[in-house]
């Protein structure tokens, strides 16, 4: 093990304790399912929807298997958060990764997170795999699904700052009663309506041509601007029945954005590739993927 995975076995170490799956099971798989249903009508709207099952189980990998399975990777933590709050203060933040790691260090990379980076890495893995000759259709599913997770996971308000699990502010537990009792809490019919309804309306104001890191950072922001509220909320209604009904508004738009912002990822990408075929029918059960290192990400 070398110096630079032991630093990222401590840091993992340290957080591993509070950090829960983002959004939780249900979480992540609304946003998934109404992605596909958000698609323009063609072929990979045809092949989203006629493997939802893949989807749904693909859209947990990087948790279930990556994170926190048999032989987690020290890595894989930091690739499912940004705090904003962090990174705010220390000067742009731009595509270029190594310039950001030369000025705030391996350490505050792992602490304060690489999501938005993690999203543009695997938006380009898509990318590559549509575009191959002939095309895996497993491959595509694991790529589109995974990549969906960290979408996801940008659009959290407690995956953007640094206070994420109301450690510092007397209400330690928050992250996982937001993001997954809060939201397991919904009728599942009133969660997949609401979040469509403002899934529509996201669609219109985040263009189809999207870069994925820049629709990484607007959507991180956007969550910031949440952050505080759900906190001063958690804090004055404690984790309660109370602060669940307060939180589904919060719960509605930040998902949404999310789903829409994992629409308009997946489309470009196709469309990029030169908008290929896909099969028109189910494909079946399919594997689990090794795991993805972060390419920008290495050991110096």
């Not at 020290?74 to 000067?91: I, R, T």
């Not at 595509?95 to 000025?103: D, S, V, W």
């Not at 659009?155 to 992250?175: A, E, F, I, R, W």
């Amino acid at each position: 093990m070398n110096k630079f995975t032991r630093l990222a076995v401590v840091v993992c170490v340290c957080l591993y304790s509070t950090l829960s799956f983002g959004w939780g099971r249900v979480g992540h798989e609304v946003a998934l399912v109404l992605a596909t249903q958000h698609l323009p009508p063609g072929p990979l709207k045809n092949f989203l929807q006629q493997n939802i099952p893949s989807i749904r189980i693909m859209a947990m990998v990087p948790d279930v298997h990556w994170k926190h399975g048999e032989k987690p990777n020290p890595l894989e933590n930091h690739l499912h958060f940004f705090n904003w709050d962090f990174f705010s203060k220390v000067g742009p933040v731009t595509i270029n990764f190594q310039e950001l790691r030369a000025r705030v260090g391996d350490e505050a990379i792992l602490k304060n997170g690489s999501a938005p980076y993690r999203v543009n890495q695997m938006s380009y893995l898509l990318l590559t795999e549509l575009k191959r000759v002939p095309i895996d259709p497993v491959r595509v599913l694991q790529i589109a699904g995974t990549l969906g997770h960290y979408i996801a996971d940008v659009g959290n308000p407690l995956h953007v700052n640094t206070d994420y699990n109301g450690q510092n502010s007397g209400v330690k537990g928050l992250h996982s009663f937001f993001e997954s009792k809060s939201v397991n809490e919904i009728p599942p019919m009133e969660l997949h309506d609401r979040t469509s309804q403002l899934t529509i309306e996201f669609l219109k104001k985040i263009p189809a041509n999207i870069h994925p890191f820049d629709g990484s950072m607007k959507t991180i922001q956007g969550a910031h601007l949440f952050s505080p509220k759900v906190i001063e909320a958690a804090q004055e209604l404690g984790l309660t029945q109370e602060f669940s009904m307060w939180a589904r508004p919060v719960i509605y738009r930040t998902l949404a954005v999310s789903t829409a912002l994992a629409a308009r990822i997946w489309y470009a990408a196709w469309s990029m590739a030169g908008k290929p075929d896909l099969p028109p029918t189910p494909i079946g059960p399919i594997p689990n993927p090794d795991w993805i290192p972060p390419s920008y990400f290495q050991s110096p």
